[in-house]
């Protein structure tokens, strides 16, 4: 088949299948005469295998280490499952930073009166890098003339 019938059949897009060929996560595939890619069974197999990876998550990286381990029968299981494990923590990981994204996020949007005025401290915050609760706040606690007119 050709690569926009192996795209649909694996669910990845030619342009990623170009990707994978041209960084060596799947070896050359065979040509026709006139140079157009042709796949066969083995491939799209080993294109689900990738994109299953991909859709847990795994790196590019970590997806070729995968697929050596997949197509060594040699191989312990021992050491699919520590890659396993080490990719749990990365994804927990990426689940505490994605949940302080949130928080952060919902903060902002807390404090934006979302109205007609063009003062946003969503943006404000975003510009400067700056967290809004990191702001000062401007005070006259303490000086002479200040909110009290002492």
Same mark, same amino acid.
């Given at each position: 088949m050709n %690569? *926009?019938? #192996? #795209?649909? =059949?694996?669910? %990845?897009? =030619?342009? @990623?299948? +170009?990707?994978? &060929? $041209?960084?060596?996560l %799947? *070896?050359? /595939?065979a040509r026709t005469e006139s140079g157009y890619r042709m796949y066969g069974p083995r491939d799209i197999h080993t294109?689900?295998?990738i994109k299953r990876s991909r859709d @847990? *998550?795994?790196? /590019? &990286? +970590? %997806? #070729? $280490?995968?697929?050596?381990?997949?197509?060594?029968r040699s191989r312990h299981? #021992? $050491? /699919?499952? +520590? @890659?396993a494990l080490e990719h749990v923590q990365v994804l927990q990981q990426r689940i505490t930073e994605l949940q302080e994204m949130v928080r952060t996020v919902q903060a902002l949007a807390d404090c934006c009166a979302g109205d007609e005025r063009p003062d946003c401290p969503i943006l404000r915050d975003i510009e400067t890098g700056v967290p809004l609760l990191e702001t000062p706040l401007p005070t006259t606690f303490g000086k002479v003339g200040g909110a009290h007119g002492h």
């Open positions: %690569i *926009g019938q #192996a #795209a649909k =059949a694996s669910g %990845i897009s =030619a342009k @990623m299948i +170009r990707y994978y &060929e $041209d960084t060596g %799947i *070896g050359p /595939v294109l689900g295998f @847990m *998550g795994f790196s /590019v &990286e +970590r %997806i #070729a $280490d995968l697929l050596q381990l997949w197509q060594d299981s #021992a $050491d /699919v499952k +520590r @890659m």
